[in-house]
């Protein structure tokens, strides 16, 4: 039987949740906007806006044979830009006066989704792609074992990754890629909830209140 509560729970508390609701705390502080449900919604999108590019990658990994989902949306230096465009062309039009926020908003939230990648795992995240090895850009489906630099970031700084953690991530995301189906693979990206998760939320949704009491709910667009 199919359990999506593990799915479920992540995206209640994960660290994409978190880098949302924390973001738009800070930055509502910063700003002095008040606590907009908007525009938190805003902030969720932007700090899993990357991830939409699993829905192309599970529609055409078996036919095209694409590695992992590191595509399109994980290309900060395509993304970043256009995010930031689009982003300032509606809240000038729409909402002029919270338009800075709202675009450090999403910058903050997609640019901590890209950190959290690099820091998650040994085999980091190709920061610089569609920048390849060599300097050229280059856009690709197949498994680009030795195209990108992937970078590891901690407390102590970015460091290159390992080429042979590199290498497994294809190898091993190439394999599963052609052999699960859709829940297996989505499923396998999936980890237990933490502790230090856990508490992040209780802490973001702490600052929230606090938000509420200082600020306001804010007053929209109008
Ligand atoms: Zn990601």
Redesign the pocket.
């Known amino acids: 039987m199919r359990n999506w509560l593990p799915l479920a729970q992540q995206i209640a508390f994960g660290w994409d949740t978190n880098i949302a609701l924390c973001s738009f705390v800070a930055l509502s502080f910063l700003f002095g906007e008040g606590a907009n449900p908007w525009f938190l919604c805003i902030a969720g999108i932007a700090a899993y806006l990357?991830?939409l590019d699993l829905i192309p990658f599970l529609l055409l990994r078996k036919k095209m044979r694409i590695a992992g989902h590191w595509v399109f949306g994980?290309y900060p230096i395509i993304i970043l830009p256009l995010e930031v465009t689009t982003v300032g062309i509606i809240a000038l039009t729409t909402c002029r006066h919270h338009a800075l926020f709202l675009i450090s908003l999403v910058l903050v939230c997609t640019i901590a989704?890209f950190v959290h990648?690099a820091a998650a795992r040994s085999h980091g995240f190709h920061l610089l792609a569609p920048f390849t090895r060599d300097g050229q850009l280059r856009f690709t489906l197949a498994s680009p074992t030795d195209l990108w630099v992937h970078y590891t970031v901690s407390w102590t700084g970015v460091k290159e990754a390992p080429k042979e953690d590199v290498q497994r991530l294809y190898e091993t995301s190439l394999q599963r890629a052609q052999t699960y189906d859709n829940y297996s693979e989505i499923m396998s990206r999936v980890e237990a909830v933490s502790l230090s998760q856990v508490t992040t939320f209780g802490l973001g949704t702490l600052g929230l209140v606090a938000l509420v009491i200082c600020n306001g709910s804010g007053p929209g667009c109008n």
Do not use: A, F
Request: charged residues 40%; glycine residues 0%.
């Open positions: 990357p991830d994980h989704h990648d």
